[in-house]
C-alpha cells in the first residue's frame, strides 16, 4: 500500500497531494489520534462523511506543510482560513478520487488491505515480526472499529489506484518533450517603436471653447482624475523633522534609564551651544534609518509615528528644539524643520486644468494613433521598423538575448504578451505592422536575430521536460474528473460542507 502511494500520487497537486494516503502516516506516527466518521459530518461526499476529527487532522498535516516550506515566516493565525479551506477541499478530493474509481469499476479487497498491513513496518516487534497486539490497540485508538479502518483504508488504496489508472493515460512523446524544450530555450532580440498614448500632450493647443463644452458633457471624467490625484489636491498636516534617537528598553531599570538621559541631555546641550544638530546625529544617532541623512526624518503626517513623539513634534516651531522625549524606542531629541498646514483644493480650482489637460492627452493619443498607423503601413509596404521610424525621426528600442516567459515581460517596455508571441514568429529581420497596446504606449515590433538551442542543450533537458509534462497532463487529468464528480455530487445534493463548527474558534 505504501509502495502504491509513493509511485501513484506522487505527482498530485499539492491541494490533495497528501489527502489520498496522507492516512498512512499512522503507520509511522501511532501518538496521532484519528476518530472514525462521527454523526455531526462537517463534509459528507457520496457515502463519505468527515467530522471534526478528520478535518482538524487534515489541517494539521497542512499546517505542516505550509510550516515546511515558510520556516519562520509561518503564522497559523493569519493562515487560519487558508488551512481551512485547503483541509476542506483535501478531504473533498480525496473522496471524489476514490468515488470515480468505484465508478469505473476498480475495487479493494480485504485481501490486498491485510497484504498492506503486514508490510508496513510499523506494527513489527523487535524481532521483525507482524505484532497484531499492537495493530489492534493502534485500530482501536485511532479508529474506533475495524470497520473504521477498513473503510478508511479502501477510500485510500481506491484513490490510489485511480491515481495509477490518471498516470497510465498521461503519455508525453520524445518529440513532444524536444518541441517543447526547443520553444523555452530559443532566444531572440527585437526593436521596437513605443509611443506613449496617454502622454499630457499640448495643453496650450486646447481653445477654452473645447474646455468648457467637454465640462458641459464629460465633467465625470475630470472628476475621476481628481479624486486619483486626492494625494496632491487634498494634503494633510505635516511636519519635517530630524531626530537623534538614543535606543532605550521599555523595562529598561532605574540606572540605565538615568544613564541614557543624561548623555542625551548632554547632546542637547552641545546642539543648544551652537554645534550642528546633523553632524551630532549623524554621529550619536541610534536611528540607522536616518542617521546618514543628519537625522533627518523627511515630511510625516499625523499616526505615522509614535505618539509622544508625534505629539511633540507638531507642536514645535520650525527651527526650535525639544526638551528630551521619551518613547518605546528611546530618548529622542527633535527639531523641526518645517510645518505645513493641511490643504485642500476644490473641484471647482481645478477643473479646467484637468479638462485640458485629458483634451491635451487625447489629441496625443489620435497624434501617436496616426503615426503609428503610418509605420503599420511603411512595414506592409515593404520597409522594415527600423527604416520606417527613422525616416519619421524615432529611435528604435533595441533588447538583449529574450526567451518567452509567461507574463511576455520585455526589460524597457513592460508586460507585452502578444507582441512577444509575436515576434517569436516572426524572421530574422522581419518586422510586424500589427499595432499592439502596451500599459499607455503603442508598440510595433521587429525581429533581429533568433538564436536555436544546440542540440546537446535539448538532449540535456529532454527527461526533465518530459517527466514535467507528464506531470501536468495527469494533473490535467484528475482535476477535470474532480471538477466534473463535484458538479454532478453537488447537483445530486450528494455534496455538502459546513466548516462553521470549526471556523468559530
Known amino acids: 500500500m505504501l509502495r502504491i502511494i509513493r509511485e501513484g500520487q506522487r505527482w498530485i497537486t499539492g491541494l490533495f497531494i497528501l489527502a489520498v494516503g496522507g492516512v498512512f502516516v499512522f503507520f509511522m506516527v501511532p501518538g496521532q489520534r484519528r476518530a472514525g466518521p462521527s454523526g455531526g459530518a462537517l463534509i459528507e461526499v457520496g457515502d463519505y462523511r468527515f467530522g471534526v ?15 515546511e516550506m515558510l520556516g519562520d515566516q509561518f503564522d497559523a493565525n493569519a493562515l487560519d482560513d487558508v ?9 473533498i478530493e480525496r473522496a471524489i478520487l476514490a468515488i470515480e474509481a468505484s465508478d469505473l469499476g476498480l475495487v479493494v479487497s480485504k485481501s490486498e488491505i491485510e497484504q498492506a498491513v503486514l508490510e508496513s513496518g510499523g506494527f513489527r516487534d523487535a524481532n521483525g515480526r507482524f505484532d497484531q497486539k499492537a495493530f489492534d490497540d493502534f485500530v482501536t485508538y485511532q479508529y474506533g472499529s475495524q470497520r473504521n479502518f477498513v473503510v478508511d483504508q479502501r477510500m485510500n488504496m481506491l484513490a490510489a489506484k485511480m491515481a495509477r489508472l490518471v498516470e497510465e493515460n498521461a503519455r508525453v512523446s520524445e518529440a513532444e518533450a524536444r518541441a517543447t524544450l526547443l520553444q ?14 496617454q502622454s499630457q500632450g499640448d495643453i496650450d493647443a486646447v481653445t477654452d471653447e473645447q474646455v468648457q463644452k467637454f465640462l458641459a458633457t464629460r465633467e465625470e471624467e475630470a472628476r475621476t482624475l481628481y479624486s486619483q490625484r486626492a ?41 543648544r551651544a551652537g554645534e550642528d544638530f546633523a553632524e551630532i546625529a549623524t554621529e550619536e544617532s541610534d536611528d540607522s534609518g536616518s542617521k546618514a541623512n543628519g537625522g533627518d526624518l523627511g515630511y510625516f503626517g499625523r499616526g505615522q509615528m509614535v505618539k509622544p513623539f508625534e505629539d511633540v513634534a507638531f507642536e514645535l516651531e520650525p527651527g526650535t528644539l525639544s526638551d528630551l522625549v521619551r518613547s518605546d524606542f528611546g530618548i529622542h531629541i527633535i527639531r523641526v524643520e518645517e510645518h505645513k498646514q493641511a490643504s485642500k483644493t476644490p473641484f471647482e480650482d481645478v477643473r479646467e486644468t484637468l479638462a485640458r489637460e485629458l483634451l491635451a492627452g487625447e489629441a496625443k493619443s489620435e497624434v501617436n494613433r496616426a503615426l503609428a498607423e503610418k509605420l503599420a503601413a511603411a512595414v506592409r509596404s515593404g520597409e522594415s521598423l527600423e527604416d520606417a521610424a527613422r525616416a519619421e525621426g524615432l529611435t528604435l528600442e533595441r533588447s538583449g538575448w529574450l526567451r518567452r516567459r509567461p507574463d511576455g515581460f520585455v526589460p524597457g517596455l513592460g508586460a507585452a504578451q502578444d507582441l512577444m508571441s509575436t515576434a517569436f514568429a516572426l524572421e530574422a529581420g522581419q518586422s510586424s505592422d500589427r499595432i499592439f497596446e502596451v500599459g499607455d504606449k503603442l508598440a510595433l515590433v521587429q525581429l533581429l ?30 482535476q477535470s474528473w474532480i471538477e466534473s464528480r463535484r458538479k454532478a455530487l453537488a447537483e445530486a445534493g450528494e455534496l455538502a460542507v459546513d466548516l462553521r463548527p470549526v471556523s468559530r474558534r
Open 231 to 271: 494625494a496632491i489636491y487634498d494634503v494633510p498636516e505635516q511636519v519635517r523633522a530630524r531626530h537623534i534617537l538614543l535606543q532605550l528598553p521599555r523595562d529598561a531599570d532605574e540606572a540605565t534609564v538615568a544613564a541614557t538621559e543624561a548623555r542625551a541631555q548632554a547632546l542637547l546641550d552641545r546642539i
Open 449 to 478: 536575430a533568433r538564436q536555436i538551442p544546440e542540440d546537446v542543450d535539448v538532449a540535456k533537458g529532454i527527461d526533465a521536460t518530459r517527466e514535467e509534462l507528464r506531470n501536468q497532463k495527469r494533473n490535467q487529468l484528475a
Open 53 to 67: 476529527p478528520e478535518f482538524e487532522n487534515e489541517r494539521e498535516r497542512r499546517a505542516e506543510q505550509y510550516r
Open 184 to 197: 523555452r530555450l530559443e532566444e531572440v532580440q527585437i526593436a521596437w517603436v513605443a509611443l506613449s498614448s
Open 83 to 91: 488551512l481551512n479551506e485547503v483541509a476542506a477541499r483535501s478531504l
